[in-house]
């Protein structure tokens, strides 16, 4: 009897499930969206209960599919969207609130007071959680729920609550309330979680006023933390893996090394490089997280993001109008043999690492009488790789690791010209592989290690498999040309909508 292992990819807007086979292949898939809400600007909110059902529905309809039944899977691993928020009681396991989505903004008024009044937390925080106080991670959210939810403060103090990110949330209702965990992937992305002594922290919770009698218990991230309950799926069946979306894609692309790195190519770009067994903190920007934790050990993975990135080739669509769709701007793009001298720096919403400069905007520099729409759609692809190559360097330089390989993943890693500029300006082999579900599988791998359906990383390795390499072409004077010319159209970007000081 062949037998499965069963990825639960509980995303942003749609929850997923994906049945791989031993050789890492996706035997059924099924997907539905859910209710993304927006209760004021800025704000993001998700119902934890339609989380946990259409997760439920798509489960159960992958298995249908393929005429699977429990006792042919294996395990379950899970993957999530990071860092969102979730608060219910414990008894009834019904959820307090909303919860509140990584892309939430709601608490920007208290990390600015907090780091404002209290100065000397930034590095406390920076110091033990390898992050910085932003309202993206989940400890902010937790004290919002907290502190604006009548009755919740009082419930928490008195050990009623429970808090946990999405993979949290989908074990303990797997199990009906058996089991309270996380992985240390997504405890290491909450503000409360020390990566060096892999404990919740005291100090931490303190400052956050957070009872950490909510927490849950945080383990590895290939690890049997409990079994479904039979209601669900006739059966009982183990969940045995768990991490967070980046990381998971970290593994699924199988950067098992330090300095091998991942980009995912989306609306924006996911930059993370294995740093190995020791967490080091970065001078650039980047924030240092928990990649997984398995057999006994840790492994810690820089990371850092591009806010513009397919974005930008759908500036070109929607608003320049000068591509009908995205994969079009790569015949585009190799109409001519370069920009003409042209450069484009989308930094439509500011600039993320290593800038760090909120006031920056976009610019089209460069121009001459002979540059043309074919050339700034190319400059425009261009700044893909350049924004990911200016993140990789702060990797090199944070880690001490050189680049040795990027494995990359996204909707825009179809786009062979983008790969092969990225191959050239980084000079590192870009490689894309064959199944681009990169995420799904890194969590059907943590599950699999974990029941011994597949015996180690050299099994893992096999199922990696290549679609195309690309090797860098673009000699060194070259290469430095053209990093020249985009340092300088990075600087004329910076500080552009800062507001002026008043005399
Ligand atoms: P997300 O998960 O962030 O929604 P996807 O991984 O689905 O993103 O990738 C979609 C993004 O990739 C879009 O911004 C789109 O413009 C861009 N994109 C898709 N295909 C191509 C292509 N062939 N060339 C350039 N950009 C592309």
Redesign the pocket.
């Known amino acids: 009897m062949e037998t499965y292992i069963m990825a639960l990819d509980a995303g942003t807007t749609s929850n997923r499930c994906i049945l791989f086979n031993h050789r890492g292949e996706m035997v059924s898939v099924a997907q539905k969206e859910f209710q993304q809400f927006f209760p004021h600007p800025g704000w993001v909110e998700h119902d934890a209960n339609e989380i946990w059902q259409t997760q439920l529905i798509v489960a159960r309809e992958a298995l249908r599919k393929a005429g699977i039944t429990y006792r042919q899977v294996a395990a379950i691993g899970i993957t999530n969207q990071r860092e969102t928020t979730i608060v219910w009681d414990r008894k009834t396991g019904q959820p307090v609130s909303n919860a509140i989505v990584w892309q939430c903004r709601r608490t920007s008024d208290f990390t600015e007071r907090l780091k404002a009044d209290y100065p000397e937390v930034v590095d406390i925080f920076r110091k033990k959680t390898g992050l910085v106080i932003d309202p993206y991670f989940s400890g902010t959210k937790i004290r919002w729920i907290l502190d604006n939810v009548p009755g919740v403060r009082e419930r928490a103090e008195k050990g009623e609550l429970a808090f946990g990110t999405v993979d949290s949330w989908l074990i303990y209702k797997l199990t009906k309330g058996r089991v309270h965990v996380t992985d240390y992937s997504n405890a290491s992305r909450t503000l409360l979680f020390n990566i060096h002594t892999l404990q919740w922290d005291e100090e931490l919770c303190r400052i956050l006023d957070i009872p950490m009698s909510l927490l849950p218990e945080a383990k590895p991230s290939s690890w049997v933390y409990g079994e479904t309950d039979p209601e669900f799926f006739g059966g009982p069946v183990k969940i045995a893996g768990a991490g967070g979306d980046q990381q998971c894609a970290l593994f699924g692309q199988t950067c098992f090394n330090p300095g091998e790195a991942k980009n995912?190519?989306?609306?924006?770009a996911f930059l993370l490089m294995n740093i190995g067994e020791k967490p080091v903190l970065s001078n650039n920007g980047l924030v240092t997280t928990i990649a997984w934790g398995l057999d006994n050990k840790v492994v810690y993975a820089l990371e850092g993001s591009v806010y513009v990135?397919?974005?930008a080739?759908?500036w070109l669509?929607d608003e320049l109008r000068v591509v009908d769709s995205?994969?079009d701007?790569?015949y585009y793009a190799t109409r001519v043999k370069d920009t003409n001298g042209c450069y484009v720096v989308p930094a439509f919403t500011g600039l993320g690492a290593p800038y760090w400069d909120p006031y920056a905007r976009g610019v089209i520099t460069g121009l001459t009488r002979g540059v043309n729409k074919y050339h700034i759609i190319r400059a425009t692809?261009e700044s893909l790789a350049f924004q990911s190559n200016d993140v990789l360097e702060a990797m090199e330089k944070d880690s001490g690791y050189p680049l040795s390989s990027l494995k990359v993943d996204?909707?825009?890693c179809?786009?062979d010209f983008?790969m092969q500029f990225q191959a050239d300006i980084s000079n590192a082999p870009i490689r894309r592989p064959s199944c681009v579900e990169t995420t799904a599988m890194g969590a059907s791998y943590f599950a699999g290690l974990a029941v011994s359906y597949w015996e180690g990383r050299d099994d893992i390795l096999k199922n990696w498999s290549i679609d195309r390499e690309f090797m860098p072409r673009m000699n060194q004077d070259e290469r430095e040309k053209q990093l020249r010319g985009w340092r300088q159209a990075v600087a004329v970007t910076r500080g552009w909508a800062k507001p002026e000081e008043k005399a």
Request: no cysteine.
């Open positions: 995912t190519y989306g609306t924006g990135a397919g974005a080739i759908q669509r995205s994969p701007s790569e692809l996204g909707g825009a179809r786009n983008l």
